[in-house]
């Protein structure tokens, strides 16, 4: 299957600080979803993107498709407590298999 | 709506016994997926069921491993001859058509072998 990274696979963020986790893949993506987990949950999906170079953003999630679909970020603005887990990104399409990135652990102290 | 429903939601066993884990997905979705996830990991795939398709096997770590969905409905995923390896949480997700829906994941089954 396709195999993604992610990176970083922890940071340590005071809040009101911004965050980004990057998705980087050798092949080219079809789709790619973020998905988040908090400590003790489970995966709950955040978006999905479809287009080379797509910018979609949710409150102070902003989320990229890179222009050959081969990497994707997610970038939160101004961090809070309540951004703590872990974010997954996940490649979609036929040729996906189905395979989750790695993930990036995020913890935000006051 | 009801959302995936997953029991039970811990199993304690002994090695060398068999386990079965049950997943009620969200009524609608004819995609299913199993999941495993390891203390602290990521998500490693073991199986996905689409419809009247025949499931992606793929993901299955070995042949004490099966899974079987009913009805195009609720799913089971049976291990035979546990092994303390097999310890982790179990999580089935499912959506509304395939892979390029959102998943929907239920709260897990935590699987403790000793």
């Known amino acids: 299957g396709q195999q993604v990274m992610q990176i970083p696979q922890y940071q340590h963020v005071q809040e009101g600080e911004d965050f980004t986790t990057y998705c980087n893949s050798s092949?080219?993506?079809?789709?790619i979803q973020w998905y988040k987990q908090r400590p003790g949950g489970h995966p709950v999906f955040l978006i999905q993107?479809?287009?080379?170079?797509e910018v979609k953003k949710q409150k102070r999630l902003t989320f990229q498709f890179g222009e050959a679909k081969k990497n994707s970020s997610l970038h939160i603005t101004a961090t809070q407590t309540t951004d703590v887990g872990t974010y997954f990104c996940?490649?979609?399409?036929?040729?996906?298999?189905?395979?989750f990135g790695t993930g990036t652990r995020l913890q935000v102290t006051l | 709506g009801a959302g995936v429903s997953q029991s039970p939601s811990n199993k304690v066993t002994e090695k060398g016994k068999d386990v079965e884990l049950r997943c009620d997905p969200i009524?609608?979705?004819?995609?299913l997926y199993w999941y495993r996830q390891s203390l602290g990991q990521g998500l490693e795939f073991l199986i996905y069921?689409?419809?009247?398709?025949?499931?992606?096997k793929s993901g299955l770590p070995s042949d004490r491993f099966s899974a079987e969905r009913t009805g195009g409905s609720v799913s089971t995923l049976t291990i035979q001859r546990t092994q303390q390896e097999d310890s982790a949480v179990y999580l089935c997700?499912?959506?509304?058509?395939?892979?390029?829906?959102?998943?929907?994941f239920g709260d897990g089954t935590r699987l403790s072998i000793l």
């Open positions: 009524s609608g979705h004819t995609a």
């Open positions: 993107l479809v287009k080379s170079g």
């Open positions: 092949t080219t993506l079809s789709n």
């Open positions: 997700a499912s959506s509304l058509f395939g892979q390029d829906e959102p998943q929907h």
């Open positions: 069921f689409q419809g009247n398709s025949a499931p992606d």
């Open positions: 996940a490649p979609t399409g036929t040729a996906s298999k189905l395979t």
